[in-house]
């Protein structure tokens, strides 16, 4: 079976962290990479940004990132990308023609795409699968003041009246899907996604420390994931000034790149206003590879996000043994364990957050509890058990 994955916008390979790279990046990355080791032959197709990197690159066993030409090679608004969506199928076509390639199904990643691979299915007459990763309604609810452009809802509300099947992470987005853009629901299949298991795992917290240069007597919070107003730091920062008996107290804050300066400076100059900038540090953009040391070292890791489709940060500070206290939202509220592997906030609220930070700060046995069943409540997320699951979607649809 051969597969073309379609993420015109998200390259697998972006650092984490930075604007436009996050779960929906490593998701791809890790799904192609475990499809292969399934024996499936997965070119992953997405827009040539950088021309330093190469047009084909092997990124797994069977496992290919080919890189598109569609307007200039460099990073551009997701808006400016859509106009030039028709260019990149244009030689998306050339590309396969070239190469002698025919595919199977195509599965695409973001409202983009979905628009992209759309197309392409009219086009070649094979089955499509969308995953979308956010919806555009489900995030205007959130936070009325994210400016959703009506061009990707009514984009959304067509491919999913037309898609052979939708991958969504959780229930609640099976559930958003169904009730916000009218999906039959026996074309949505709830997977989640995974973690690496072999990367994520318990590590000496002081040793993790001594690596990151943290002092070992303090209690650390950790937040990561991409600098933007809908993943609720803000929020994470007035619940961290409400902590007044909290002296040792540091925060990491994991994430971010040059575009996200603007957002960095806001925070920055809140956590002044709450003074306490002093116990916050802005870690900017960490490795993958690296991001179990933060996981490790950190007492509690926090996910304040106004909606997460799934959470992939919240399950991999899990799989780490790290408790988490996170919003009731999305897929965040199927992978926590409310009491057991960390808390979950069901209000929008600081005080809500800081209350509940206090109480697992102040018992160590608590903590030491929750860190202990947090492993063993991601086991079931690992990749290979996630990439099965997809992989009957693929099989079942195109009759391998």
Known sequence: MRIAEISVHGCPQRPLGSKDAGGMNLYLRQLSRELGRLGVEVDVFTRWHDPKELEVMEIGEKTRIIHIAAGEQEDMPKMEVYHCLPEFLSNLRCFSEREGIAYDLLHSHYWLSAWAAEQLRAQIGIPHVATFHTLGLVKRRARPEE????????????????????????AEEKDSLIRLYRALPERVEVIPGGVDLKLFHPTDKEKARSELGLPSCSKVLLFAGRIQPFKGIDILLRAVACLEHQDDLRLLIVGGDSESDGEVARLRKLAGELGIEEKVAFCGTVANEKMPLFYGAADICIVPSYNESFGLVALEALACGTPVVASRVGGLATIIKDGETGFLIGVRSHEAFARRLEQLLGDEELRRRMAEAA??????????????????????????
């Open 147 to 170: 400016q959703e452009p009506e061009l990707r809802i009514e984009t959304e509300k067509k491919v999913i009246t037309t898609a052979d099947r939708i991958i969504a992470f959780s």
């Open 375 to 400: 492993p063993l409540s991601a086991t079931k997320y690992a990749w290979s058990n996630v990439a099965r699951q997809v992989l009957r979607v693929y099989e079942e649809l195109s009759g391998a």
